[in-house]
T-cell receptor, first 115, second 113 residues
Framework: DTEVTQTPKHLVMGMTNKKSLKCEQH?????MYWYKQKAKKPPELMFV???????INESVPSRFSPECPNSSLLNLHLHALQPEDSALYLC??????????????FGPGTRLTVL | QQQVKQSPQSLIVQKGGISIINCAYE??????FPWYQQFPGKGPALLIA?????SEKKEGRFTISFNKSAKQFSLHIMDSQPGDSATYFC????????????FGTGTLLAVQP
């Protein structure tokens, strides 16, 4: 299985809602990532988990809360989002960097709209 | 120093032509350079990657050329097809445990039939 899956595909939420994005991989990768991508822009790193521990937080607002319950799952909990948070949220996974190879595999993304 | 500069922003190529996208970096600590292809509404897909110890890598119609002294690398798509129409991102990362990829700004490629 060489796939990263993400659910849901689309999500519409109000500014007072709480929702969660889910990501799963079964490639045995021990590094997992959340990215945010706006239209016509490159992916922007939000969080990195390495061996289920948060290793990088790119100064993301606390209304985004990541969670890595086990080596195959990654969640992103959303609360009190703003309309400017509307974007494609991408999950990726990779081996923990080995000999300079950083081969990240991306999921299809969750298209989030905040009303 | 953390930036990767990508050009052109958009590119139109006739079917069967060669598409060339260029990237430049400043940080000499970068040691892994992948290219990603992204179709609308989809996640980026790893296309091909190179390490700085080689000057060229070819996979099918896709070739990366790497110039370490100039700190530049490029993607060549030979015999471009309409199905290659997508956004292409170059990226770079450096050795260590951070696993952080620095992406270029992207090139929107349109291959006309």
């Amino acid at each position: 299985d060489t796939e990263v899956t993400q659910t849901p595909k689309h999500l519409v939420m109000g500014m007072t809602n709480k929702k969660s994005l889910k990501c799963e991989q079964h490639m045995g990768h021990r590094a997992m990532y959340w990215y945010k991508q706006k239209a016509k822009k490159p992916p922007e790193l939000m969080f990195v988990y390495s061996y289920e521990k948060l290793s990088i937080n790119e100064s993301v607002p606390s209304r985004f809360s990541p969670e890595c319950p086990n080596s195959s799952l990654l969640n992103l909990h959303l609360h009190a989002l703003q309309p400017e948070d509307s974007a494609l949220y991408l999950c990726a996974s990779s081996q923990v960097q080995l000999a300079g190879i950083n081969e990240q595999f991306f999921g299809p993304g969750t298209r989030l709209t905040v009303l | 120093q953390q930036q990767v500069k990508q050009s052109p922003q958009s590119l139109i190529v006739q079917k069967g032509g060669i598409s060339i996208i260029n990237c430049a970096y400043e940080n000499t600590a970068f040691d892994y350079f992948p290219w990603y292809q992204q179709f609308p509404g989809k996640g980026p897909a790893l296309l091909i990657a190179i390490r700085p110890d080689v000057s060229e890598k070819k996979e099918g119609r896709f070739t990366i050329s790497f110039n370490k002294s100039a700190k530049q690398f490029s993607l060549h798509i030979m015999d471009s097809q309409p199905g290659d129409s997508a956004t292409y991102f170059c990226a770079a990362s450096r050795g260590g445990a951070t696993n952080k990829l620095i992406f270029g700004t992207g090139t929107l490629l349109a291959v006309q039939p």
